[in-house]
């Protein structure tokens, strides 16, 4: 029996009457998710709308019986018909009342069911079942964008030094010439063939639009473009990362989740209105749902984050600390396309990789912390992390204006100046090689400073590159000037290499340049912090420091302790660490609002 809210998920992952093994169907339903994006069959089989109209006119309260289903598979060749997908139509079980019909179908509710500008017969809520296809797509975009990260270090840096045709590069000058040669492919590619990307500047910028239930919210998600668009932001900001660049993937996947999510929507409204069954739809209010829904679950499947990521896509639309009121009511479906994402990633595709962060803060196993200790340090550590953060997206808006004119220049010379600010970086990390790569699989080195030598983190490179290094990368701290050269060094290069429009995140560049700065602070206020070895005041304020900081340029505060908290190793005390960072953050966003008005992304709100 299928009810109208089956879809191709439900009867692929069937196991009742189909004999096909458990791989085959992932492939399956691989396949069909993305011919369906690209303008393929309807993603969901249309209702019958005739069966619909014909109840409507009826005044019998008797149920619907359905007819029983064709099956996708032939259950003895294994066949699949011909254009069963187009063909299908489960039936509907109606319901009747003297004042309404009701179809039964398990939904979530949308931005815009609360909306008093909302008609009683629009649907504005979004099936479960397409919110779960929503999140396993957006994840596996995810899963394999950070598979192709890692293939793409191990032969840029691993593989490419030991080949012939690195010997024609000094050691040492090896770090400023793939960075300049990297920066170069990407800069000639944005600016010859894709000039204008969709990224998560745009995700904010749109959905941070307050909807006030007028025809207006249609012009909205119009904003979003077609799924193709997904592919050169992918593409160039994969180059950006490999290259050496200290970006991450974390903005490529809220760009690319939510576009997958809002073609994905439209897919199953132009299905809808196939089946004339369309009446009342807020496409709208849907495709915002889904928008969320996408960038959860790439977050979720890039950098497995199982309730830090889509409460990052909820709040990154509001820039005060809270959720705006959009993102507030589509926190169930956003929720659920995450924990589909998580379970078809981590059940199927990834079932023996462990649980758990791997970050360990020095000192931190065991110790203890006073209350007078976290408050203090909190605010405190908050207000620098605000000070920072608000420098950083100053400095950023200044290199913008000086480096690109209001008058329009010749392709010739916006890639001429974006390939010298790609040596200028690539000669801050010559000097500084710790302070390369987007940080997540290097931040233990940071975290902990650098007590973890950076050749024995998963982005560490041959020391015979590194023998420019003002700050040995494979040295503790020697002192707190040591730590802050390697903050301003990583500072500089994520203003610079965002000020010159590389694609790319700052999630984790962000979080590692805070845990230098972080060091740089502790040892400056050694002299009154606790001497105690138990003390955990240290590690709680290189934390919150790291917190605090993101949490100033992303407007992030539950989002960014999450994150720390599921990337800590087991032996972190998380219990006495997070009260503090997550005061620090909430008191950076407070502090960041009162410093400036203008923000690092732009908020319509």
Not at 122 to 139: D, L, W, Y
């Amino acid at each position: 029996m299928v009810r109208d809210e089956d879809t191709l998920l439900d009867m692929v992952l069937s196991t009742n009457n189909i004999k096909l093994p458990l791989l085959g169907r992932i492939l399956l339903l691989v396949v069909l998710l993305f011919s369906t994006l690209e303008g393929g069959h309807s993603l969901v089989a249309p209702p019958s709308s005739t069966r619909l109209q014909n109840r409507r006119s009826s005044g019998n309260n008797d149920v619907i019986k359905p007819e029983a289903p064709t099956l996708p598979f032939n259950v003895k060749s294994g066949v699949n018909p011909h254009n069963w997908i187009g063909q299908y139509q489960p039936p509907n079980y109606l319901f009747h009342s003297t004042s309404c019909v009701r179809r039964s179908n398990v939904a979530l509710r949308s931005s815009s069911t609360s909306d008093n500008a909302t008609s009683p017969t629009q649907e504005t809520e979004a099936p479960a079942s397409i919110t779960m296809i929503v999140g396993i797509a957006s994840a596996l975009v995810g899963y394999l964008y950070c598979k192709c990260l890692k293939i793409g270090f191990d032969l840029l840096w691993r593989q490419f030094p030991s080949s012939n045709l690195s010997k024609a590069i000094p050691a040492s000058k090896h770090i400023l010439c793939i960075m300049t040669l990297g920066g170069a492919i990407v800069a000639t590619l944005s600016t010859l063939l894709f000039p204008t990307l969709f990224s998560a500047h745009d995700y904010v910028h749109v959905l941070s639009e307050e909807s006030d239930g007028d025809d207006n919210d249609t012009n909205k998600m119009d904003k979003f473009p077609g799924v193709k668009k997904m592919f050169p932001l992918l593409g160039l900001s994969l180059l950006t990362s490999i290259s050496g660049f200290s970006l991450g993937p974390e903005a490529p996947m809220v760009g690319a989740g939510s576009l997958v999510g809002v073609n994905l929507g439209r897919r199953y409204i132009k299905s809808k209105e196939k089946s004339g069954d369309n009446s009342g739809i807020n496409a709208s209010k849907l495709e915002e749902t889904f928008a969320y829904a996408g960038a959860a679950g790439a977050l979720t499947g890039a950098l497995n984050f199982p309730l830090a990521g889509p409460i990052f896509a909820l709040e990154f639309t509001s820039r005060r600390a809270g959720l705006a009121g959009a993102a507030g009511k589509n926190w169930d479906a956003v929720m659920l396309a995450s924990f589909a994402g998580m379970a078809v990633i981590r059940g199927l595709l990834a079932p023996t990789a462990h649980i758990g962060g791997h970050f360990t803060y020095r000192k931190a196993a065991i110790g203890l912390l006073h209350g007078r200790e976290m408050v203090l340090a909190g605010l405190g550590v908050g207000v620098c992390g605000a000070v920072v953060g608000t420098c950083f997206h100053k400095s950023v808006s200044l290199l913008k204006n000086a480096i690109w004119s209001k008058k329009e220049s010749s392709r010739a010379v916006v890639i001429g100046k974006k390939v010298l600010l790609a040596m200028l970086i690539g000669y801050i990390s010559t000097l500084f090689p710790q302070t390369m790569f987007w940080g997540e699989p290097s931040m233990q080195c940071m975290v902990d400073g650098q007590c973890t030598p950076f050749s024995a983190t998963p982005h560490g490179i041959p020391a015979a590159m590194m023998q420019a290094a003002r700050v040995n990368p494979n040295e503790p701290f020697a002192s707190g000037s040591a730590a802050l050269q390697v903050g301003l060094a990583k500072f500089s290069a994520i203003a610079l290499a965002s000020a010159a429009k590389f694609p790319g995140g700052v999630i984790f560049p962000l979080l590692s340049n805070g845990a230098s700065l972080g060091h740089a602070l502790v040892s400056a206020l050694g002299p009154i912090l606790p001497t105690a070895t138990s003390s955990l005041v240290s590690p709680m304020m290189i934390m919150s420091f790291m917190a605090s900081l993101l949490t100033s340029i992303t407007r992030t505060p539950a989002a960014s302790v999450l994150i720390l908290a599921f990337t800590a190793s087991g032996i972190t005390p998380l219990s006495a660490l997070l009260p503090g960072a997550l005061m620090a953050s909430y008191v950076s966003v407070w502090v960041s609002e009162r410093l400036s008005k203008d923000s690092f992304f732009s908020y319509s709100e």
